[in-house]
């Protein structure tokens, strides 16, 4: 063993695991042992450089003995960027990983295994983000202003001048927002920018401390239109939100084979990945098989993405939302596109006891699209609802797992199917689809 400048030891291990957030499982003495930049398979040389009670962190200094799924990672910014977290590992080997991940959740949390697993939904690995939050800082120091996401497990600003899995047209945008926050009076007062873009506009939201001045917004709107971009600034909460111009078109994005359009404002939730969307949608309408004289029950609806899809297949469809402008924006995309059998409800769906009369009718079908915390309280009303089949978008296998254990268990269902989703590549987000059906 050789001593690093610190008095530690550099040891040499193998590499046994990845863990949850990407990091090469190995053990010294008997402890775990997280080394980031390590991968399954691999012999590398270590320094320790946190000791925790139960586990430490180690610092990669060499791999030894390479993986064969290693590969070289395609961004310059690897490694100090906290965006991506697993471009050093071959796709496939990414994905099966994510896989284990799911069904081992499955397994230890909600003592459950799907009577198949579903292959996974692919799309493209690169240039696939169409949402993005970039955080903007003008570092005094430097004299200049940095654009991009926060380093890996640090508060810093990494410094940016590209991104591989943004959209193309992105893809050199953290070093020209730099250039223009740099170019502007209140350089230091731009905290983070929104990007945003449908499959015909594109817009940018300017979280502003500040009012711009007249020249400022010069510059702003010179830069969109450069870029045949829309400026929005945000001058406080999202309520704030503001278009430069009055003119700009509505974003929007097709689906369901282009029969159907969905508008949505430039801070709305979309799915980041356009092309796992489309695939997600026809997996989930294919797996909840509605039929034409079906009441289907669509909870975490959001602007309609699965809710419209729905109603062109379905007798009738209720989709439940939370956020009262997106159930504003969802009844309007219904209008727009002259969909008549969906009604939508504004409903804190993690209150249970305010739920209102919709929660009293009964659904052929459900499905669940809820954010990370899961659907655990809307799960006691499986009973009443009695549907004949449950699918589940999850964006949390923990989550997933556990209420995935609760409608088994509790419920009577059997978990049917379960797959992973790649919407996020070289990232470690497990996103997955399951399927339940009543136990015979």
């Known amino acids: 063993m050789a001593a690093d400048l610190n008095g530690r030891a550099a040891e040499e291990v193998e590499i046994l695991d990845l863990s949850h957030d990407g990091r090469g499982v190995a053990r010294i003495g008997g402890k775990a042992v997280f080394v980031d930049g ?12 946190k000791r925790r009670r139960q586990f430490d962190e180690a610092v990669l200094e060499q791999v030894l003995v390479p993986s064969a799924q290693r590969v070289a990672p395609r961004c310059a910014h690897f490694g100090v960027c906290g965006g991506c977290s697993l471009q050093h590992l071959d796709p496939a080997a990414q994905l099966a990983a994510k896989e284990r991940q799911l069904l081992e959740n499955l397994e230890r949390i909600g003592a459950v295994a799907p009577r198949t697993v579903f292959a996974p939904l692919r799309g493209p690995q690169w240039a696939y983000r169409r949402r993005a939050r970039l955080g903007v800082k003008y570092v005094h120091k430097k004299g200049r202003v940095l654009a991009g996401f926060r380093e890996r497990d640090k508060p810093y600003l990494a410094d940016l001048r590209s ?3 943004l959209e193309a047209r992105f893809r050199d945008l953290p070093a020209e927002l730099a250039a223009l926050v740099q170019s502007l009076g209140i350089r230091d007062r731009v905290p983070q920018v929104e990007v945003a873009a449908g499959d015909r506009a594109a817009a940018l939201v300017f979280r502003v401390m500040q009012p711009p001045d007249a020249a400022d917004l010069e510059k702003l709107e010179a830069f969109g239109a450069a870029h045949d971009l829309q400026i929005h600034l945000q001058t406080g909460g999202l309520d704030t939100v503001r278009p430069l111009r009055a003119d700009y078109p509505a974003l929007a994005y097709d689906l369901d084979g282009g029969a159907l359009s969905l508008e949505f404002g430039p ?8 092309e796992v969307n489309l695939a997600m949608i026809d997996a989930a309408m294919g797996l909840l098989a509605p039929e034409a004289t079906d009441s289907v029950l669509d909870l975490f609806c959001g602007l309609g993405n699965f809710t419209l899809p729905v109603s062109r297949r379905a007798g009738q469809v209720v989709g439940v939302e939370g956020d009262a402008g997106l159930v504003a924006k969802a009844r309007a995309n219904a209008v727009r596109n002259a969909v008549g059998n969906a009604r939508f409800f504004t409903e804190n769906l993690f209150e249970p006891k305010a739920f209102g009369r919709w929660s009293e009718e009964r659904y052929d079908r459900v499905l669940l699209d809820p954010p990370r915390a899961g659907a655990v309280e809307c799960l006691p009303r499986m009973a009443h609802w009695r549907p004949r089949r449950v699918v589940y978008i999850s964006c949390h296998p923990g989550s997933l797992a556990r209420d995935a254990g609760i409608l088994v268990r509790d419920q009577g ?3 049917i199917g379960a797959g992973v989703m790649d919407m996020f590549p070289h990232t470690t987000h497990v996103e997955s689809i399951a399927v339940f059906e009543p136990a015979v």
Do not use: K, S
């Not at 390590?38 to 320790?48: C, D, I, T």
């Not at 801070?267 to 356009?274: E, K, S, Y």
């Open 38 to 49: 390590a991968l399954p398979g691999e012999r590398v040389r270590v320094r320790v450089a």
């Open 413 to 415: 269902f059997e978990l």
């Open 267 to 274: 801070v709305d939730f979309i799915q980041v990945n356009r």
């Open 163 to 165: 991104c591989e899995v």
